[in-house]
């Protein structure tokens, strides 16, 4: 990820809009904003969200509020809590998230 042409500032992310996106099962809102080709992201997932395909996106993502689990293609399963992070590179590993009790996150990819 390369950082170019990107003015001091600030974000409200209260001020955001919020876009839902369903699950298999539950639903993520995110509030987005894109700074040169770097999306940022306030994301809620509620109670029994599951991520309804396999990711293969590059991420950077720091757990707020909540546990989240994520699951990598090969079968390894990580449980994430308030203040955990994860990183992973574009086409490195797949994975998908879910959560039982839901998850407030914080993500740039």
Same mark, same amino acid.
């Given at each position: 990820?390369?950082?170019?042409?990107?003015?001091?500032?600030?974000?409200?992310?209260?001020?955001?809009?919020?876009?839902?996106?369903?699950?298999?099962?539950?639903?993520?809102?995110?509030?987005?904003?894109?700074?040169?080709?770097?999306?940022?992201?306030?994301?809620?997932?509620?109670?029994?969200?599951?991520?309804?395909?396999?990711?293969?996106?590059?991420?950077?993502?720091?757990? $707020?509020?909540?546990? $989240?689990?994520?699951? $990598?293609?090969?079968?390894?399963?990580?449980?994430?809590?308030?203040?955990?992070?994860?990183?992973?590179?574009?086409?490195?590993?797949?994975?998908?998230?879910?959560?039982?009790?839901?998850?407030? $996150?914080?993500?740039?990819?």
């Amino acid at each position: 990820m390369q950082m170019h042409d990107i003015p001091f500032g600030v974000t409200d992310w209260s001020a955001v809009p919020r876009t839902g996106h369903p699950g298999v099962t539950g639903m993520a809102h995110w509030r987005t904003q894109t700074f040169g080709g770097i999306r940022v992201r306030m994301v809620e997932y509620s109670a029994g969200y599951l991520a309804d395909h396999w990711c293969s996106k590059g991420h950077i993502l720091l757990v $707020l509020d909540g546990q $989240l689990d994520t699951e $990598l293609a090969d079968g390894r399963t990580f449980t994430l809590t308030s203040g955990q992070s994860y990183q992973v590179a574009d086409h490195a590993e797949a994975h998908r998230s879910s959560t039982a009790t839901g998850a407030r $996150l914080f993500i740039v990819d």
